[in-house]
């Protein structure tokens, strides 16, 4: 009997050892079938793949080549062919870091429910290709070909196909206005802007910077240079990404408030190329409005709104854009709004009082508290030295005043109230041999500039106080 118990007892053990003895060689048949690889496990040439389709975690997408890329679904979607070119080009070289051979779990892998499944038509070939997991281990991501391996991908072809409609789009662009000819606003403020370069003799400023000017019937209006490309730079780096609709109708564009612009910026430039060379003018226009309903109330409002509700609506604003004729509509930011609104006139023209370069500065004759003071100049540009009553001073308090003295906003209103001070100065300029500048007074906050016997801009009282405490330093 107990040799009986002994026998079952070594048969038992030996049953498990068996069953161990096929479990590990199974496994190491598992694991001889994982091999490095490395190398290229798929090429699909780009011209010749007719169609492609992916479904991913939120979307289905399908699309066919005719004369260009179109989307199956509607063929008046703007397809952006180097965007199909890129996801086909992730399969024009495709290679695997490790092969794992005659697969027969996919589950293990993620690819029983795979997070995207992408098809490929090239002539009579088809490639049907899954995602499955990324293995974090590696960090690569396990794909299957449908050749019964799976592989463990270089590259995350998810990287390009969680891709969803609004990216296959072909967005219009804006460009970088190079050589600007012109500027025409059509809104609010409708001018026209012409491009001049500036010479010795320019009749328009004695502004060496000034190159922008608002043309009018008599004459033509410098405006400050920064300010002009800041509004250009506002339209090219402009976030064209966030569409409203892609194939726009009358309908659209009434809804949008786009078939009667609150503001038609064209621009005709000529750009450059790579080599520095230029190419033919061309024109770029760009439409902005706000939402229809937001505008007309917007429009309705009370004047006696306080400052503080006026930034709530400005933050609230819904804004749409349109380049050229293009059947596409875009939401903006609100940011990129009052950028793109801020158009008029005032917005763009010199903040600052006194525009002439310092350097230009020869003599002063200054008119305060019922005085008139002089002050001289030895030298050129800035190696010149300043004197008052034939002793040498130092100018350059009163130079900071005189260049920081800028506008709170512009008037044309005319001065009603006692002058300040005024300024009559000189220049090394044979067309604008001087500038007069008088400073009135407005009010306990402003005072009224007039340049050249025009008004302009108020000014912070505080920075008048600052320029009349510059010179009787100097004088007193």
């Known amino acids: ?107 293990q892998y993620g690819l029983d429910d795979p997070v995207c499944t992408i098809e490929m038509v090239a002539g009579e070939e088809t490639y049907n290709i899954a995602l499955g997991d990324y293995s974090a281990m590696d960090s690569q991501r396990y794909v299957s070909l449908g050749d019964g391996n799976v592989y463990l991908a270089t590259n995350d072809p998810l990287d390009y196909f969680d891709a969803t409609l609004s990216d296959m789009i072909l967005n219009d662009e804006t460009p970088s206005f190079d050589n600007v000819e012109s500027i025409d606003f059509e809104g609010s403020d409708s001018y026209h802007v ?103 109330k917007a429009e309705n409002s009370s004047d006696e709104t306080n400052s503080e509700e006026k ?40 903040p600052k009082v006194f525009t002439a370069s310092f350097d230009d500065v020869t003599s002063m004759d200054i008119s305060l508290d019922g005085s008139v003071y002089t002050i001289t100049s030895k030298g050129n540009g800035n190696k010149k030295t300043f004197y008052y009553n034939e002793e040498e001073i130092s100018i350059e308090d009163l130079q900071s005043a005189l260049e920081n003295m800028s506008a709170s906003s512009f008037t044309e209103e005319t001065p009603s109230q006692k002058e300040e001070i005024a300024l009559t100065i000189y220049l090394d300029n044979e067309v604008h041999t001087q500038v007069q500048i008088e400073l009135y007074r407005y009010d306990g906050e402003q005072c009224l500039a007039l340049v050249d016997g025009q008004p302009v801009s108020l000014v912070p009282r505080s920075q008048v106080v600052d320029l009349i405490e510059a010179i009787n330093a100097l004088v007193l």
């Open 1 to 107: 009997m107990k040799r009986a118990k002994r026998i079952y007892a070594l048969l038992g053990v030996l049953a498990v050892v068996c069953v161990v003895t096929v479990f590990v060689v199974k496994h190491e048949e598992k694991q001889e079938n994982i091999r490095n690889s490395g190398e290229v496990v798929l090429e699909v040439d780009v011209d010749s793949v007719q169609s492609i389709s992916w479904e991913n975690e939120s979307e289905s997408l399908s699309f066919h080549k005719e004369d260009g890329s179109l989307y199956d679904d509607d063929s008046a979607f703007p397809v952006d062919e180097e965007k199909i070119n890129e996801l086909i080009g992730q399969f024009e070289a495709f290679s695997a870091a490790f092969i794992i051979e005659e697969v027969t779990d996919y589950s």
């Open 311 to 350: 930034e709530e609506e400005e933050e609230e604003v819904t804004a749409y854009a349109r380049i050229g004729d293009s059947r596409i509509i875009y939401q903006i930011t609100s940011s990129s709004y009052e950028s793109l609104m801020a158009a008029d006139y005032n917005d763009l023209r010199h």
């Open 194 to 296: 012409v491009y001049r370069e500036y010479t010795e003799d320019s009749p328009y400023t004695y502004c060496e910077e000034d190159v922008y000017f608002k043309e009018t019937e008599e004459d033509l209006l410098p405006l400050n240079t920064s300010r002009v490309e800041r509004y250009l730079s506002a339209i090219t780096y402009l976030d064209l990404s966030n569409y409203m609709t892609y194939n726009a109708g009358e309908e659209d564009l009434a809804a949008y408030g786009l078939d009667d612009p609150e503001l038609m910026v064209t621009v005709q430039y000529t750009p450059e190329e790579e080599d520095g060379s230029q190419t033919t003018s061309q024109t770029f226009t760009i439409s902005i409005s706000r939402d229809p309903e937001e505008r007309e």
